[in-house]
Each structure stands twice: as C-alpha cells, then as structure tokens.
C-alpha cells in the first residue's frame, strides 16, 4: 500500500510565525505536490517537486516557499505566516501509472 | 482554459436509491480522468482512472464511465457509508499536477 504521512493533523500558529509542513512517501516515487483545500475553492496547487531538489510553481506559490533534499521527503513552508493561510493543506505523490496518492492532510489555524 | 466542472454541488439520496454523478471536462489531449473519494476531515483517497471514451471501471457500488466530454459515477444502491465528496480531477497542461473540480457532496439517509 502506497503511504503519504504528514507531520501534523493539526496545527495552530501565530501571524507572522515561519511554518513547516512535512510530507514523506514511502514509495519511491519522483513526484510530490503540496495542494490547499478550501470550502468553496476546492484543491488549489502551490507548489510539486517533479525530481529532487526540482520544483515548480503551482497557482498559487506567493507566500510559500518549498524543499525536496530527499526523495521521500517534500516540505512546505510559509515563511511568514498570515491569517488568509489558514487552510486544509494536502500532500500527494505520484506512482508511474500518473496517479496521485494523498496524505491525511495538516489542518492550520493562523491567528 | 483546462476546465473541470462536476454536478450537483450536492446531493441526498435515501440509501438504496440509484444516482449519478457528473464531471464535464475540457482538456486538449485527456491523458487519463481521476476520481477520488473524500471523507470529512481526510485526505482524497483514490478510486478510479479512465483514459479513453467507452472506459468503465467499477468497484463495490461504484462505476464510473467516459466519454469525449465527461465522465459520470454511478452509484448502485447506495449505503450511509458512501456518504462523502466525491471529487473529479484531469492532469494541468504541465503533465505532472492535476486539476480538481470542487465535487459533489453526497449524503446518503438511512
């Protein structure tokens, strides 16, 4: 079975505090994307990693930032935190069939 | 523009009740349409791929079908457990990411 983790369920921050997400996959794949989820907005993406320490812009990159020194790992980081960031924030990685398996989701709260 | 669309935004069936959802796409070139199942709370969970017109797939209660402009999920007798959203997705024009519509919200009632 495919398994995407990500560091934290649940998670509240300060505005203006530097945030870090973590996403690690345990099946080799090259591929890992960083999605927010909001009501009425669906998926968006920030930022994917095609290859490590490769990256790409997704829709929405401002105030976001990324790092994939390993393969299984891919992070996400909000430099400096804002309330309009609080989110439902979702990773995946993709197997060579091009589909995309999810992690369990970080839920973040900026205050 | 890629454009993925799905409809009704929600939708409440009695269980036992037959339905389908519908996701219209606009693409150049489908390299493959995605479903996912999605529960409150929860990361998608991944349910089916179809790459061409004519393609079915189908697991437990669930089939899904496509065509050149959309792709439907047929829900068979539906239990309370199949409550979720179901979301719909097509690859960017970059090959790598995908893009989702904003799904269909499914409550089924005992």
């Known amino acids: 079975d495919v398994k995407v983790t990500q560091s934290s369920r649940y998670l509240v921050k300060r505005t203006g505090e530097k945030v870090f997400l973590e996403c690690v996959q345990d099946m080799d794949h090259e591929n890992m994307f960083w999605y927010r989820q909001d009501p009425g907005l669906g998926l968006r993406l920030i930022y994917f990693?095609?290859?490590?320490?490769?990256?790409e812009k997704g829709d929405i990159p401002e105030g976001y930032s990324v790092s994939r020194e390993k393969k299984e790992r891919f992070s996400l980081i909000l430099e400096s935190a804002s309330t309009n960031q609080t989110s439902m924030y979702l990773c995946?990685?993709?197997?060579?069939?091009?589909?995309?398996?999810f992690g369990p989701g970080t839920r973040l709260l900026v205050l | 523009e890629d454009q993925v669309t799905q409809s009704p935004e929600a939708l409440r069936l009695q269980e036992g009740e037959s339905s389908s959802l519908n996701c219209s796409y606009t693409v150049s070139g489908l390299r493959g349409l995605f479903w996912y199942r999605q529960d409150p709370g929860k990361g998608p969970e991944f349910l089916f791929t179809l790459y061409s017109a004519g393609e079915e797939k189908e697991k437990e209660r669930l089939k899904a079908t496509l065509t050149k402009k959309e792709s439907f999920l047929h829900i068979t007798a539906p239990k309370p457990e199949d409550s979720a959203t179901y979301l719909c997705a097509v690859h960017r024009p970059d090959g790598y990411a995908l893009n989702f519509g904003k799904g269909t919200s499914l409550l089924v009632t005992p």
């Open positions: 995946a990685s993709r197997d060579r069939e091009e589909t995309q398996y």
């Open positions: 990693s095609y290859d490590v320490k490769m990256k």
